[in-house]
Each structure stands twice: as structure tokens, then as C-alpha cells.
């Protein structure tokens, strides 16, 4: 007779060793947006009422095109990352796999798409 407990038959069969990785790229993320929300939000607020040239003027600023590039590279990353954690969890199979691909491509399209805007109005 062979008396195998519960916690024996799950020892060695644990996650796949990826969800902490997740967890703390989700809390740097989280940690970066926590300082930097607020600097975009007082820099952005600083250009509202301007004119154009003014406005031009102002994101050609090395600080300002800093803030603002890296918020909008921060947010969308910690947006994918939450993001494919719902995929894994809620859609199966390779409809999944199909999904976690076009949420990739779509999130790195639209990191660049916000560099290239900000490289635009900047120069």
C-alpha cells in the first residue's frame, strides 16, 4: 500500500516558471508610471492654451520629448502586459497564440507611431 499525499503529487509540478517574471514587469512598470504620469500630466498641461509655434517650441525641449516619449513607451507596455495576461488566461488554443501575436505587432506599431509623432512635432 502506497499512501501518496496531495502536496507529493503536485511536488515538481509546479507554473511553468513564467508568472513571476510577468508579476514584476507589471510592478516596474506600475512603479515607472507612478513618477512619471504625473510629470506628463504637469508637462502636457504646461503646453495647453499655447500657440503652434509656441507648442513646437516647447516639445523640442530635451525634457519635455523625454517625458513624453517615455510615458507613452511605459504606458503602452504595461497596457500589452496586462493585456496578454488575459489572453493566456481567457482565450485558448491558437486563437491565443493568434491574439497574443496581434496584440505584440499592434503594441510596438503603436510605440513607434508615438516616437514618430513625437520626432515630428519635436523637429
Known amino acids: 500500500m502506497r499512501f501518496v ?4 503529487l503536485a ?3 509546479g507554473a511553468a516558471r513564467t508568472g513571476t517574471h510577468h508579476h514584476w514587469n507589471a510592478m516596474i512598470t506600475s512603479a515607472a ?3 512619471l504620469v504625473p510629470l506628463f500630466v504637469f508637462t502636457f498641461g504646461a503646453a495647453l492654451g499655447r500657440g503652434y509655434e509656441e507648442v ?3 516639445f523640442a525641449q530635451p525634457c519635455t520629448a523625454i517625458i513624453t516619449a517615455l510615458t507613452a513607451v511605459v504606458v503602452i507596455l504595461h497596457c500589452k502586459g496586462e493585456i496578454d495576461e488575459a489572453v493566456i488566461d481567457y482565450v485558448p488554443g491558437t486563437l491565443g497564440k493568434l491574439v497574443l501575436v496581434a496584440v505584440q505587432a499592434l503594441s510596438w506599431a503603436m510605440i513607434a507611431g508615438a516616437l514618430f509623432a513625437l520626432v515630428k512635432l519635436a523637429l
Open 5 to 8: 499525499t496531495d502536496r507529493k
Open 11 to 13: 511536488q515538481g509540478l
Open 33 to 35: 508610471l507612478v513618477v
Open 56 to 58: 513646437l517650441a516647447y
